[in-house]
């Protein structure tokens, strides 16, 4: 499976992105998805995921209610939403897909695939 993370940029706080991942060469509505960032000097943390069939989403405390995770199955696609960015959500934003059938989402450990990431930078 390829994963291709794009909408990174620059936006000033209070800001909206939109972030989307395009999965290619897998059954995409087979996988758990999940998005992860990583700040400079920092480890990779999870952000959000989003179970196969969309019932079921989860996020990090931090973001929860500011972002908000989707998926298009038809478009083999996962988006995450994020508002009122803040300067502290800073970082490089992966998605990432899991073949598990069941697990936290929450670890790095427990996804398959990842994509290259994309750059997201909120200024003050």
């Known amino acids: 499976v390829q994963l291709q993370a794009s909408g990174g940029g620059l936006v000033q706080a209070g800001g909206s992105l939109r972030l989307s991942c395009a999965a290619s060469?897998?059954?995409?509505?087979?996988?758990?998805m999940g998005w992860f960032r990583q700040a400079p000097g920092k480890e990779r943390e999870f952000v959000a995921a989003?179970?196969?069939?969309?019932?079921?989403?989860l996020y990090r405390d931090s973001v929860k209610g500011r972002f908000t995770i989707s998926r298009d199955n038809t478009k083999n696609t996962v988006y995450l939403q994020m508002n009122s960015l803040k300067p502290e959500d800073t970082a490089v934003y992966y998605c990432?897909?899991?073949?598990?059938?069941?697990?936290?989402?929450?670890?790095?450990?427990?996804?398959?695939?990842w994509g290259q990431g994309t750059q997201v930078t909120v200024s003050s």
């Open positions: 060469g897998g059954t995409f509505s087979t996988y758990v």
């Open positions: 990432a897909a899991s073949k598990k059938n069941w697990g936290t989402w929450r670890r790095l450990s427990e996804y398959d695939y």
């Open positions: 989003i179970t196969r069939s969309t019932s079921n989403t």
